[in-house]
């Protein structure tokens, strides 16, 4: 199950796209292995998350310790906590950019992290959104969006169709040709969720993408994206600083504390 991966650099200002086996290590792409040109989907839609007993140590730091988090297939769930806690380090995880000390990650009944498995991020059909958009400055808003399908080898034909779609869906229909610089902040971050979306994953991991925007801006944006995620039906995990932002967006709310699930609840 081929995916999009964008990781911003570590100036956070240029993205760089992750495809292959060392995508954890190193910025390169590589060929895709199997490619869907049918639908939106890649049949497993949406999974079921699964993590038992994860934990992940950076040499001698221990980050995560003994996550146990189950998150219904088609909801989402909101991840709070202070700065320092893991919550970036467990959508790595859940991402495949990083592969846990111990414990397991499941996609549905599908392992893909333990201390022996990483599945790669290409094939764990994820899409992402960052604080820092992460968008390609060389590529129109399109061009940017249209990138899964074609890393997809979806038809030119279907990619149009898909990519006039989803840049409708986020109101972004007249602003297809600009490049990213010639845009809002609130813009850009919508550039950067239909590029997650366009592809339709089974799964959408969020780090604090509203963090960057005003509060207007963000309360608006808000609201589009729980829409949004309540028509996809996609499973989702997102990381706020923002309590009032996790009410709008999610069904579940995981507060973390130094590396660990303290309180489950519901909005
Ligand atoms: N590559 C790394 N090597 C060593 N330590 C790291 C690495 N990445 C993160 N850490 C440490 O792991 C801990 C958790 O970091 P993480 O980025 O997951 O926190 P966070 O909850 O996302 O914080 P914030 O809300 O500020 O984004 C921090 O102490 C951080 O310094
Ligand atoms: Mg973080």
Redesign the pocket.
């Known amino acids: 199950m081929p995916c999009l991966f964008v990781h911003s650099s570590l100036s956070g200002k240029t993205p760089l796209y992750f495809y292959g086996r060392n995508a954890r290590t190193a910025p390169y792409i590589c060929p895709i292995q199997r490619v869907s040109t049918m639908g939106y989907n890649d049949g497993d839609h949406p999974a079921t998350i699964n993590i038992t007993g994860l934990g992940h140590r950076f040499v001698d730091l221990a980050v995560l310790d003994d996550i146990n988090l189950r998150i219904p297939a088609g909801t989402t769930l909101a991840l709070l906590g202070p ?1 320092g806690c893991g ?2 380090t467990l959508l790595r995880l859940l991402a495949g950019l990083l592969q846990p000390s111990h414990g397991q990650i499941y996609f549905g009944d599908r392992l893909i992290a333990s201390s022996h498995l990483c599945v790669p991020p290409e094939q764990r059909n994820i899409g992402m959104v960052f604080q820092d958009y992460a968008l390609w400055p060389h590529m129109s808003v399109a061009q940017n969006v249209d990138f899964p399908l074609q890393m997809r080898r979806v038809a030119r034909a279907e990619r149009h169709t898909r990519v006039a779609a989803v840049l409708e869906r986020v109101g972004l229909s007249d602003f297809a040709s600009r490049r990213p610089a010639e845009l809002s902040g609130g813009q850009q971050q919508r550039v950067a969720l239909a590029r997650a979306i366009v592809a339709e994953p089974g799964i959408l991991l969020f ?2 993408p509203l963090s960057n925007l005003d509060r207007d801006l963000r309360d608006s944006l808000c609201r589009d994206m729980a829409r949004l995620l309540a028509q996809l039906h996609t499973t989702a995990i997102y ?1 706020t600083h923002d309590r009032a932002e996790a009410g709008i967006v999610a069904q579940h709310i995981a507060y973390m504390a130094k590396g660990r699930i303290v309180e489950l609840t519901t909005p």
């Open positions: 700065s919550k970036s780090d604090e990381v």
